[in-house]
């Protein structure tokens, strides 16, 4: 069967960013940013990780001092085969392997620097204001882009605030594995979010915020069970009323559709990390940063 040129290309993409990803983490180890045996333990515990793909010689050749015949030498003598991966390692290889590394590349650093935040929340409670403070504000945490099929409002730039995408291509990064998560929000548009930005930040030791609904942060817990999950909510539900009706940019209609999407997403605070009322805005930026420390 022919494979259609749409997706042949999409694969492509995809392999290429994969690619680059293990690059950053190798770099990452090499630099002192991730340990080699950090890398090890992902992959062992996340089979469809960046890092369960890496070849057991990617990950040696991030160790400083290591050349290909010395690769060569050690995997022999560690009776792990060229082209395996860690992800396929058995539990004698992977212990022998953890061993080595142990050994060979000590690890001096401070690997919980790296975060996966998750920033979720009823409609209209300040999400947005929230993130775009802490992108303005905190220089090396990278805020994730989401790409979405609504219509851009006043003010939001394509790209920065979100990418704007029509159903077409938005089926099309579906079909081709490009995002960590999707949902229909409001009965309405669809939201996503690239998956191979975050997995190269994360690969290079980099504090990664994602700013989601409710549906793809249960999504995000799914793939990425070491994320933290943080709830914002509203002072109180008259002010998140408030806040929903003064910004205009939503019909009657659609305001009452959100604001009973809202009741139903209060309710899901329990299943979260963390909570943290939005009062204040920088305020409750500075929370959210912390939890990345």
Known sequence: MTVPDVDRAAGSRAAIAARRARAAIKKAVTEQRRSAT?????????????????????????????????????????????????????????????????????????????????????????????????????????????????????????????????????????????????????????????????DKALAEGKSVLLEIDIQGARQVREAMPEARLVFLLPPSWAELVRRLTGRGTETAEEQERRLATAEIELAAQNEFDYLIVNNDVETAARDVVELMK
């Open 38 to 198: 950090g890398v090890l333990d992902r992959a062992s515990k996340h089979p469809d990780s960046l890092e369960a793909g890496m070849r057991v010689t990617e990950l040696l050749q991030g160790i400083p001092g290591l050349g290909r015949v010395r690769i060569e030498r050690v995997i022999e003598r560690l009776s792990i085969s060229p082209s395996k991966r860690l992800g396929g390692l058995g539990a004698l290889q992977r212990d022998r392997l953890r061993a080595y590394l142990e050994k060979r590349a000590p690890f001096s650093g401070d690997e919980t620097a790296s975060r996966l935040v998750v920033l979720a929340g009823p409609t209209a409670v300040g999400k947005g204001t929230v993130s775009t403070w802490i992108r303005e504000n905190v220089p090396g945490v990278l805020l994730s882009v989401s790409a979405t099929t609504r219509a851009p409002r006043p003010g939001e730039i394509d790209g920065v605030s979100y990418y704007f995408v029509d159903d077409a291509e938005f089926d099309r990064m579906i079909a081709a594995g490009e995002f960590l998560e999707w949902a229909v929000v409001h009965n309405s548009s669809r939201y996503g979010t690239p998956r191979a930005p975050i």
